[in-house]
Every structure is written in C-alpha cells, then in structure tokens.
C-alpha cells in the first residue's frame, strides 16, 4: 500500500485561545494530504471533476492524541486500504517528528454532478491499485 507524505506548518490562524490547533483544522489538512496523494499518482480533482466525477465524503473521523502547536511541522501520512466499486478509504497519521498527533479516515463515495452514485472510474482504478 502507497504511503505518501505532505508536510503543513501549522499557521497562527489554525490556533485556539490556548496556542493549540483548532480541531475543524485537522479535516483540511486530511483534504490537503489526499488531494496530494492524487496529485503524486497524476490524478488531479479537477479533472475529475471536469469528466462528470466527482468523491462526496460519506463518512470521517479524527483521533487526537498529542497537541500541534503553532510552527510545527506536521506531517501526514496518508493512504488508501480499502476500495470498492464506488468508494474508497482513506487513512491518515499525523506526526510532529516521531510524536503520534493524530489518526481519522475518510470515506468518499464517487458521484456524478447530481450527487448520484457512480462506479469509479477504470482509470483511476488502475492507478490506485
């Protein structure tokens, strides 16, 4: 299974009152580390998107585990373990260096511009498996 890594400083805006990132923030950086994952096969959202497809988030969650603070690193690692016929997983780490900040998932369902489900398309099936 293909690991990839996207690294995010973590910006003033992203944090609370307590210095600590805001928890919503963790959900935009899962869309980061996936639109780079696609990104790093060749795959672009847009183009998708452009053919009549596009992957509706059905389902997600986050752990957190360690705090991020301002000007960190973090970096997430994201994959994909499992996919279906119209859907598929993603999972996510995030570290700062070799501390564990966070675990979520992500599960997105593939429509067509009416939110309708649709089969995945045979071309972005063969470069994710």
């Not at 649709?118 to 972005?124: A, G, I, S, T």
């Amino acid at each position: 299974m293909k690991i990839h890594e996207t690294e995010i400083r973590v910006r003033y805006q992203e944090t609370d009152n307590m210095g600590v990132v805001y928890y919503g923030n963790y959900f935009t950086w899962f869309e980061v580390a996936r639109t780079e994952y696609f990104r790093s096969l060749g795959l672009v959202y847009r183009d998708l998107e452009a053919k009549g497809f596009y992957m509706m988030v059905a389902l997600t969650s986050c752990r957190y585990k360690s705090p991020a603070k301002y000007d960190d690193v973090v970096t997430v690692k994201s994959s994909i373990p499992e996919i279906k016929n119209s859907s598929l997983k993603f999972e996510y780490k995030l570290f700062i260096e070799e501390r564990l900040v966070a675990t979520g998932d992500s599960t997105h369902v593939f429509t067509d511009n009416s939110g309708k489900p649709v089969r995945m398309p045979e071309d972005v099936r063969k470069v994710l498996t």
